[in-house]
């Protein structure tokens, strides 16, 4: 009887959730003692490769069927003792979530431990709750910065003028969105929360070139008189935050599938009208310390393979095979990835962007800790303005063309 009640409040509670999920500061929203159902574990060669954690047992009984779960990104190891469809009591931090089909987040979990049932679970739960000790101990925990505050109707309405905002100014034509379109330039499909604050609407009021080897396709300046829609500043951070918060999705979506524009490719012109007048990219100059800093890092040396680090590597113009062949140069790459989001790129590319044509290094942690450290002095450098990378514009010249 108590535990029908339990799964009674529990299915009660659950759009309550959803929405305390979303209104809440994100990113990382930490979460301690959350009892939740371990549905699926994979495991390949003695290590645990997927996992992932459920609200209910949906077994159990098919009223309680939710497609909400949670993928366990950190944290993986943990779960190598605990059998499938165990109730577990996790500490974990959500990073990134999708609330578009159900709710489907990615965390990194901190500490498991697997109880024998559910009512087990709950009671430790409470236990260890009203524990002062266990309290102290994970207010002291360090947590994620998170940013913005918002309720769940106006992000939602948000998010829909943010895709139709994206819809009327065909990024589709060339970027795959929401899991679904061409590849002519960069995916903007990815899981968690990717760039710098403001980063996104400054780079689509003013696009830069990042990829010195991408051939002959830009960015267009969705700002600029001449394109239609001509996005206005708020439209930019409404654009920005659809990105952000949306385009987080890992399987294709059917929202996207017939477009009436879906012929006329951007690509086509775009490239041919940029090539009337190609942009020189010039390398941004790497001062003396930080060059060294640079050389000093063995976790950075194979990385420099692909991508230019400023002035260290320079890619010909004439090497690269089509757009989006090249790997980014690793002075924007610093500067606009989040050093979550880069962490957590380097351990596995392509589950973060599935699209990603990085290849998994297969970096260790301490690798990983190294690279962020210097991305992070790197960062401190351009605050301190001992760095400046050298932005080269994407500008449309119509001369001759019509
Ligand atoms: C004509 C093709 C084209 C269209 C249309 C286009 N883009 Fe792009 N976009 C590019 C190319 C090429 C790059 C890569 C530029 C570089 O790295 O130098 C890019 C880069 C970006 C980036 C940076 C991604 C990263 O992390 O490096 C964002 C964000 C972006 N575009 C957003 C948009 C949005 C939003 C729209 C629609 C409003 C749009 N793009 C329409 C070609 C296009
Ligand atoms: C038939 C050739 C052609 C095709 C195809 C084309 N464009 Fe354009 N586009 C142009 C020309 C020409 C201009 C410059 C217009 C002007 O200066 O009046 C332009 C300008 C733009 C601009 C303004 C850029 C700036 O910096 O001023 C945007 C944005 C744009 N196009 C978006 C797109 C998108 C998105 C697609 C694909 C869905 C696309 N275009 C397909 C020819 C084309
Ligand atoms: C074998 C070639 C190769 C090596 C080695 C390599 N990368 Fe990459 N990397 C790529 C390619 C290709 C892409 C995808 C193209 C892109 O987005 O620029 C990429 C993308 C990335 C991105 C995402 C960039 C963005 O703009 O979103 C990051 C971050 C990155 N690499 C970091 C590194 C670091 C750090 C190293 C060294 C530890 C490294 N890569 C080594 C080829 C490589």
Redesign the pocket.
Known sequence: MRHYFFLLLLGLLFPAVCFALVSEGRPGIPYFNHVLFLQQKIVENNDVVAVSLAYSDPGEDERWKCSNSIDVFGGLGLFRDIPDRTWVLVDYELQSILIDNGFNGDADVFNVSACEDLETCLSLSEERNSDPQAQKLHASRPRAKSTVKANFETIQEQLELGRKLVKAARCRGCHNLEGFGPDHA??LT?KRF?YEEHWLEHYIQSPYR??PAIGDLMMLKYTSPNAKPSLKTEELSIVAKYLTNVATASAPSDRYLRELWQGYDCYECHTRLYKTEPIEFTPTPIPQEIRESFQANQ?????????PFGDLHSIKPQDPPGP?????D?V???E??SIN??GA??QN?SYL?PQ????N?G?SEK?IND?LDF?RGFKGAIENGNLSPNRTYYEMKKDGIN
């Open positions: 960069p995916s990815w990717k990042m990829r976790s950075l040396q194979q990385c420099i393979n692909c991508h989006n062949a090249f790997a980014t690793l924007f790459v610093f606009k990835l989001y880069l790129f380097l590319p962007e990603s044509q990085m290849p290094l970096l690798q690279i991305a």
